[in-house]
């Protein structure tokens, strides 16, 4: 895990640790991200999955050892190169759906409304829906919509489909899978492996706050012999 950094990597993590008080949420946790990647972010609940996205977004700043991203530290230049899907909705209760896509597009400069607009109407949206009035799935759908309209290096979604019914999720990542560039990279956390595990290119495991495996998918399922939910399944059997 102590590589030398490569200029070429969009991510670089070393030594990061992370505690709240007593608890270790990350353990000394190093990790290089290429670009042209569909990575998945897997472990079990409190393994410091959004602990380290919020570390690499830059919503959290105490932590120890170092996180580049494009080979600058954390900042301005890197957050304008991520698109961040959080895992809880942020929108005032006035907003409607045009409101928040208007905001996106004075924000930030790679935004691009028409994509927004044009993925709305596939998805089922309306622009003139309160936000709040919205269910979660919907609101899920939508915050997609607004973070793969950007022309960001690297996407980083926290549990994008949790509240979407199974049904839409093959749509979903579809619309995902067409919406953005291949020399940008999607890091995306979640639970549900057998619905996307098909996208991945690599995977990361979290336990505990340590990695314990980051492998090309190929090379897990060749040398395990199995797919990635069922590997999960037994790694982390309670
Ligand atoms: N603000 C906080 N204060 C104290 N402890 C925290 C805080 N945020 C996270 N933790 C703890 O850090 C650990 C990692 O949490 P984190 O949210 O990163 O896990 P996760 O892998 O994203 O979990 P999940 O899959 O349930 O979303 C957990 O033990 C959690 O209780």
């Given at each position: 895990?102590n590589?030398?950094?490569?200029t070429?990597?969009l991510v670089?993590?070393?030594g990061v640790?992370k505690a709240?008080?007593?608890?270790?949420?990350l353990d000394?946790?190093?990790?290089?991200?290429?670009?042209g990647?569909i990575i998945?972010?897997?472990?079990?609940n409190?393994?410091?999955?959004?602990?380290?996205?919020?570390i690499?977004?830059?919503?959290?700043t105490?932590?120890?050892?170092?996180?580049r991203?494009l080979?600058?530290?954390?900042?301005?230049?890197s957050?304008?190169a991520i698109?961040?899907?959080?895992?809880?909705?942020y929108?005032p209760d006035?907003?409607r759906?045009?409101?928040?896509?208007?905001?996106?597009?004075?924000?930030y400069?790679?935004?691009?409304?028409?994509k927004a607009?044009?993925?709305?109407?596939r998805l089922?949206?309306s622009a003139?829906?309160?936000?709040?009035?919205?269910?979660k799935?919907?609101?899920?759908?939508?915050?997609?919509?607004?973070v793969?309209?950007?022309?960001?290096?690297?996407y980083v979604?926290?549990?994008?489909?949790?509240?979407?019914?199974?049904?839409?999720?093959d749509?979903?990542?579809?619309?995902?899978?067409t919406?953005y560039?291949?020399s940008s990279s999607?890091?995306?956390?979640t639970?549900?492996i057998a619905?996307?595990?098909?996208?991945f290119?690599?995977a990361?495991f979290l336990?505990n706050?340590?990695?314990?495996?980051?492998?090309?998918?190929d090379?897990?399922?060749a040398?395990?012999g199995?797919?990635?939910?069922?590997?999960?399944r037994e790694?982390?059997?309670?």
């Amino acid at each position: 895990m102590n590589e030398t950094p490569k200029t070429n990597d969009l991510v670089a993590i070393e030594g990061v640790s992370k505690a709240y008080g007593p608890l270790k949420a990350l353990d000394n946790v190093s990790l290089r991200l290429a670009g042209g990647q569909i990575i998945g972010l897997l472990g079990p609940n409190g393994s410091g999955k959004t602990t380290l996205i919020k570390i690499l977004t830059g919503l959290l700043t105490d932590y120890q050892g170092s996180v580049r991203v494009l080979g600058a530290p954390v900042g301005p230049q890197s957050k304008a190169a991520i698109s961040y899907l959080p895992d809880r909705n942020y929108f005032p209760d006035w907003m409607r759906a045009r409101d928040a896509i208007a905001l996106f597009r004075d924000f930030y400069a790679d935004f691009s409304d028409a994509k927004a607009f044009e993925m709305l109407t596939r998805l089922g949206l309306s622009a003139d829906q309160k936000i709040k009035s919205m269910s979660k799935g919907m609101i899920e759908k939508f915050q997609l919509c607004l973070v793969m309209s950007r022309a960001a290096k690297l996407y980083v979604l926290d549990e994008p489909l949790a509240g979407v019914d199974p049904a839409a999720r093959d749509f979903i990542l579809d619309t995902v899978l067409t919406n953005y560039s291949e020399s940008s990279s999607i890091l995306i956390s979640t639970h549900l492996i057998a619905d996307v595990e098909r996208i991945f290119d690599s995977a990361i495991f979290l336990k505990n706050g340590q990695i314990v495996l980051h492998d090309n998918i190929d090379a897990i399922r060749a040398e395990h012999g199995k797919s990635l939910d069922q590997l999960f399944r037994e790694v982390f059997k309670c």
